[in-house]
Nanobody
Framework: QVQLVESGGGLVQPGGSLRLSCAVS????????VSWFRQGPGRERESVAAIRPSGGNTYYADSVKGRFTISRDNDRNTVHLQMNSLKPEDTAVYYC???????????????WGQGTQVTVSS
């Protein structure tokens, strides 16, 4: 069974940066599509970024292109999301998941980790 532990969230001012991590067990990230999603207050969960297993092709939502970068640490079976130039509208609980289709769709998944809260506010 896949277990997902997200970390790295916090409170940051607009324009700031955070680096989220997702520790994965029960599945090898090297051979899987890994995705980040977020759910803001009163909003549905939406895809943010994803990375393919072979070639490392990436997907980014239009709202985060040029600001967020997804990466994979195969040795630690961990996936990261570097978030720069953060905006108040980036405030959400961020989740990762493993597997699923391309582009990523939250409907592909039945179980989730606890997520990590990101709050962008002055």
């Amino acid at each position: 069974q896949v277990q997902l532990v997200e970390s790295g969230g916090g409170l940051v001012q607009p324009g700031g940066s955070l680096r989220l991590s997702c520790a994965v067990s029960g599945r090898t990230v090297r051979w899987s599509v890994v995705s980040w999603f977020r759910q803001g207050p009163g909003r549905e969960r939406e895809s943010v970024a994803a990375i393919r297993p072979s070639g490392g092709n990436t997907y980014y939502a239009d709202s985060v292109k040029g600001r967020f970068t997804i990466s994979r640490d195969n040795d630690r079976n961990t996936v990261h999301l570097q978030m720069n130039s953060l905006k108040p509208e980036d405030t959400a609980v961020y989740y990762c998941n493993v597997g699923g289709g391309w582009p990523p769709d939250s409907q592909d998944f039945r179980s989730w980790g606890q997520g990590t809260q990101v709050t962008v506010s002055s």
